[in-house]
């Protein structure tokens, strides 16, 4: 695979920024992506651009999960304040979670991330109680 240069990322980015630009006035027209200057060429294909989006909101999500776990924030109320935040991209991925399995994939995968954040466990292991100012969770088998 080549290396991503910063023009590329750059151009990859406007095109993400111009298809949540268009998913503001209608999610579904905005999943026209041969009508976005660059689109295709750039990702290669309407998956690659829905999953990049989907990168972009679980990121966001990983976050706020983390800082909610620390604040004691309910998971749920958390999920629909970045909802709320971000509404044309969590639009788009749910109109286009319809028509594509791979976002559905990467979309069941959100769910897990959920899952570990609320139950405490990271890939078949529990984080223990945190001392208060510890800065890493001690990690033990499930």
């Known amino acids: 695979m080549a290396e991503m240069s910063w023009n590329d990322f750059r151009a990859r980015r406007a095109v993400l920024e111009e298809v949540l ?10 999943l026209r ?16 651009i829905l999953l990049a989006l989907q990168h972009r ?9 983390d800082q909610a776990v620390e604040d004691g924030t309910p998971l749920n109320a958390t999920w629909k304040a970045l909802a709320a935040e971000q509404p044309a991209l969590r639009a788009l ?6 028509s594509s399995l791979r976002l559905r ?9 959920i899952e570990a954040h609320h139950t405490g466990r990271l890939s078949g292991q529990r984080i223990e109680q945190r001392p208060i100012g510890a800065r890493t969770p001690t990690m033990t088998p499930a």
């Open 21 to 30: 630009g268009r998913a503001h006035a209608d999610p579904a027209q905005a």
């Open 105 to 113: 994939g990467s979309q069941r995968a959100e769910q897990r991330m």
């Open 57 to 65: 909101w679980s990121n966001h999500l990983a976050a706020r999960l």
């Open 93 to 98: 991925l749910d109109t286009a979670a319809a």
């Open 33 to 48: 992506f041969d009508e976005v200057p660059g689109a295709i060429e750039l990702f290669g294909s309407a998956d690659n």
